[in-house]
C-alpha cells in the first residue's frame, strides 16, 4: 500500500459524459501527479499540482482539467468523453519538487471505460 | 524533449535464473534520475530501484542490479535467482533534475516480463 488512494477503483460511462476522479495523496505529500496509461499511449504525463498550484502540463487535453483543493486532495475532470479516453488513470504523490530523487508513491489507479 | 526506448516488449525467464531487460533513453540534460517501476497484474505501479545520474556506481537493491552507462545513455536492469513473483511489465523512466516543473516522468513502452517455473 502506497498510502496514495484513488476513488473510484472502476468507472464505466457513455460518450458525452463527465467523470471527476478523485486523489488523496500520502500525508504529508504537497506533489500530485496525473499519469494515463492506455494501450496505445502508454503511460503519459497529464498535469502536476503542488500545493495547490498547478506545477507543469502535459499532453493533457483540452477536455480534461484538474485541480488541487486546500487539504491537497486532487480531482481530474474528464468531459464529453470520447472512446478513446478510456484508460487507467494513475495519480502519484511526492513530498518535494526537487533536490533528490524524490520517488513519486502511484495510487491503484481509476480504470475508466468509455462505451 | 526526453525520450525512454525499451525495445523488448517481452521477455522470458526460467525461475531462478538471471535476466536482464533494456533501456535507452535520449537527453541532453547531464543531470537526471532514472528508475525502474514493476506493474503487476494488480496494476499497481511499484518503483524497484533508482539510479542518479551523477554517481557511478550502479544501484543494486537485492536482487536487482543496474548497469548504468552514461555515455551510452543505457540502463538496463538485471535480476538474478528469478522468482515467480517477479513477473510483470516493466517499466523504465526519466525525470529532469533541473527542477522548476521537470518533475513529470518520462515513460518506457514497458517490457513484460514471464517467468516460468
Known amino acids: 500500500d502506497s498510502g496514495v488512494t484513488q476513488t473510484p477503483k472502476h468507472l464505466i460511462t457513455a460518450t458525452g459524459q463527465r467523470v471527476t476522479l478523485r486523489c488523496s495523496p500520502r500525508?504529508?505529500?504537497?506533489?500530485v501527479y496525473w499519469y494515463q496509461q492506455s494501450l496505445d499511449q502508454g503511460l503519459q504525463f497529464l498535469i502536476q499540482y503542488y500545493n495547490g498550484e498547478e506545477r507543469a502540463k502535459g499532453n493533457i487535453l483540452e477536455r480534461f482539467s484538474a485541480q488541487q483543493f486546500p487539504d491537497l486532495h486532487s480531482e481530474l475532470n474528464l468531459s464529453s468523453l470520447e472512446l478513446g479516453d478510456s484508460a487507467l488513470y494513475f495519480c502519484?504523490?511526492?513530498?518535494?519538487?526537487?533536490?533528490?530523487?524524490?520517488?513519486?508513491?502511484f495510487g491503484p489507479g481509476t480504470r475508466l471505460t468509455v462505451l | 524533449a526526453q525520450t525512454v526506448t525499451q525495445s523488448q516488449p517481452e521477455m522470458s525467464v526460467q525461475e531462478a535464473e538471471t535476466v536482464t531487460l533494456s533501456c535507452t533513453y535520449d537527453t541532453s540534460e547531464s543531470d537526471y534520475y532514472l528508475f525502474w517501476y514493476k506493474q503487476p497484474p494488480s496494476r499497481q505501479m511499484i518503483l524497484v530501484i533508482r539510479q542518479e545520474a551523477y554517481k557511478q556506481q550502479n544501484a543494486t537493491e537485492n536482487r536487482f542490479s543496474v548497469n548504468f552507462q552514461k555515455a551510452a545513455k543505457s540502463f538496463s536492469l538485471k535480476i538474478s535467482d528469478s522468482q515467480l513473483g517477479d513477473a510483470a511489465m516493466y517499466f523504465c523512466?526519466?525525470?529532469?533534475?533541473?527542477?522548476?516543473?521537470?518533475?513529470?516522468?518520462?515513460f518506457g513502452k514497458g517490457t513484460k516480463l514471464t517467468v516460468n517455473p
Open positions: 500525508s504529508g505529500d504537497l506533489s
Open positions: 523512466a526519466y525525470r529532469s533534475a533541473r527542477g522548476g516543473g521537470s518533475e513529470k516522468l518520462v
Open positions: 502519484a504523490s511526492s513530498e518535494r519538487l526537487a533536490g533528490g530523487p524524490d520517488e513519486q508513491f
